[in-house]
């Protein structure tokens, strides 16, 4: 099978064209080297390249890979996705949903709804076949290169060997027409949970093994379900120990089946078993068509840090866990999200070096949260023992009928965005009053405004804002924005930042997460947050 034929034209996204690097007498030098074409490399790449820092990316094939993998992309992505340029075409294209049910056999535990509240751009979740999110994100690189962001992507570059020194990496590259060397300044290693770079440095990735087998049946049907995420429970259908099934754009429904740990992979992956699954499941009657399939195992782990010197990891290549809740992929974008605005600050001379290891330690605090969350929701989908079964099956008996066991219930708790609590980038809070939900550390929520504009468009990460709600504006240094809003004309800001204050004042960052907030402020205030805001672990 030929290249060509294993990644059709439509997944080559950026074909391979032999560059000016590789005719150089000595290898070239680059601010910052990405590895891997995924969503985290390109988001990091957007982010700088919007930021004016110049990002090279090299990917060992052409575009988006084969197969729906990634489909659940939550609202903090599809935010950051906007503030990257492509935020609209991911809403036009995914499925859109909020709603979710729950199943034991043949009863509804109880049904839930992730975003109740109005006023928000985004909903709470889409679902979307990975490589369509690849390449929206590929048109707006294309997009932002049109305007003048210095991204570069490369196909078929594999890294075959790196160097590290002090003040950068030595990466050896292999390509059709041979191989070449560069050098960089920084390099990213977004390359996945079996991370080639992690392993040629030698680093462990320490954690959980689960001991189960999940098969992925994506089909094409025409069928009148909701588009809702509906999760079973020993389903009455007996296909599995658990189902889940999810709607995708393009009559694409994604159905997953928990099988158990000892099973015979090939046995379960010949098409007239998987056919035998479904039909239980759906119904003799119903015609479909496979459209892929897959089984995976998965771990929950993470690298005891994520920067090492002149590299750093994001993604898979830096945390894994378990597909329940969707924090895979949505994690890593949230990854790009934090250091993106900090590694720029940092090449620009804005702010020192130790602003980086802020990265290691947020998105660890990150990682730790989406590990303990899909751990639990693991444990209780596939009891280990006994006693931890017998629990479970009596919160799912006590839920379709007493409303305090359903917080309880854990399908897989779908991912949220980490509040960075307790980071050494936060001033302490100082609005009494103020809500929880917008304390120092939290993502900015989404509010939309009067004159029918949201506030995250105000907040478009291109440095750090100011916003004024009620408050005396203090005087403010050069290069910081202030944005003064009417919180009395805008209910949902009130609500949303200011609760039961009266007035306040926010110092947000350029990833749109809350710094520090007052109920007053003065100049001399103001400096110390944003020093201690740009001073990282200094």
Known sequence: MTYQDRYPLSFRLYPYTRCA??????????????????????????????????ALVLDDHEGAGQGSRAICFAKRTLE???????????????????????????????????????????????????????????????????????????????????????????????????????????????DGAKSPTRERMGLGFEGRVFEDNFLIADVKMTA?????????????????????LHK????????DFQLGWDIDRKAELDPARIRKRIDLMLGPDVEYELDWTSIYTFQCRRMERFRHGRVIFAGDAAHQ??????RGANSGVQDAD??????????????????????????IHAADENIRNSTRATDFITPKTPQSRVFRDAVLHLATHAPFARPMVNSGRLSVPAVYDGSALNTPDALPGGPARTRPGAPCPDAELADGSYLLDHLDGAGVTLLVLGATRPAVPAGLRVLVLDAGANPRLRERYLGQAERGLYLIRPDQHVAARWAACDAEKLARALDRMLGGMA
């Open 248 to 255: 995708q754009p393009d009559d694409i429904w994604r159905i």
């Open 21 to 54: 690097d590789q005719d150089a007498g000595e290898p070239v030098r680059h601010p910052v080297t990405i590895i891997g074409g995924g969503p985290v490399g390109l988001a990091t790449a957007l982010d700088l390249g919007l930021r004016g820092v110049p």
């Open 80 to 190: 950051i996705a906007h503030r990257l340029g492509c935020g609209a075409p991911l809403l036009d294209k995914g499925v859109v949903w909020n709603r979710g049910r729950v199943f034991h056999d043949r009863d509804e535990v109880f049904g839930f709804d992730l975003l109740p509240e109005d006023g928000h751009r985004y909903p709470a979740f889409i679902n979307l076949q990975q490589p369509w999110f690849e390449r929206f994100l590929v048109e707006a690189v294309e997009q932002a290169r049109a305007q003048g962001a210095p991204i570069e992507i490369r196909g078929r570059n594999r890294v075959a060997g790196m160097e590290t020194a002090p003040d950068g990496v030595t990466v050896d590259i292999e390509t059709p027409d041979g191989p070449y060397k560069i050098t960089t300044d920084w390099l990213i290693a977004c």
């Open 321 to 326: 866990v378990s597909p329940f809740g969707a």
């Open 338 to 363: 934090n250091l993106g605005w900090k590694l720029a600050a940092v090449l620009r001379g804005e702010a020192p070096e130790s602003l980086l290891d802020s990265y290691d330690a947020e998105r």
């Open 224 to 244: 009148d379900f909701p588009t809702e995420r509906w999760f079973w429970f020993e389903p009455w259908f007996k296909s599995g120990a658990s189902a889940l």
